[in-house]
């Protein structure tokens, strides 16, 4: 989504977000690949930061010695790993983080992250996404929904005649 609106719209709703995640007063933004990567890099700047550290989904030479987290995700099919660099972790361990993301649908793919910067030591105080969808994330994130803070959200349609309705569970 965000890479398809342009580095304006990355730049406004990484400004945005950043306003939401300041009183956190965090040391360093993680985000992963692919789509919390523009993410990261907007929500660093506009809270003035130089240093963001990106969790990577596929091995890279570097990474061959990399922390691990296995996941999956509703965009993309079947198992992934999300990666930390080993010389990432100095950047994380006893540091303020917060994880962001474009969008949390089912969470698998935030919690797995939140697990990675966890076991690097990171002490995470807050996630940042632009969009939530639906309610599935909230069982898969248990006590970290209440770190979260987003943009906007978004519900589920089901088809109804020859247009569409929301599914009012699926609202927040």
């Keep these: 989504m965000v890479i398809d609106l342009g580095v304006r719209f ?7 977000l950043a306003a939401r995640l300041a009183p956190l007063k965090p040391d360093i933004i993680v985000g992963a690949a692919t789509l919390g990567i523009p993410v990261a890099i907007e929500v660093t700047r506009a809270l003035g930061q130089d240093h963001y550290v990106i969790l990577q989904k596929s091995p890279k030479i570097h990474l061959a010695d990399a922390l691990e987290q296995r996941i999956s ?7 992934q790993r999300l990666l930390l660099d080993r010389e990432a972790i100095p950047l994380l361990a006893g540091r303020r983080v917060v994880v962001v993301d474009d969008v949390v649908a089912s969470g698998s793919s935030l919690k797995g992250a939140l ?9 995470v105080v807050g ?39 929301p599914i009012p569970e699926t609202f927040l």
Excluded at 10 to 16: I, S, Y
Excluded at 73 to 79: A, D, L, P, R, V
Excluded at 115 to 123: C, F, H, M, T
């Design 10 to 16: 990355g730049e406004h709703v990484g400004r945005e």
């Design 73 to 79: 995700s509703i965009t993309s099919k079947g198992e």
């Design 127 to 165: 996630i940042g996404v632009i969009l939530t969808e639906a309610r599935d994330w909230q069982e898969a994130l248990g006590a970290d929904c209440a770190l979260l803070h987003s943009l906007a959200h978004i519900p589920q349609f089901t088809r109804h005649g020859a247009g569409w309705v």
């Design 115 to 123: 697990e990675l910067v966890r076991r690097a030591d990171g002490n």
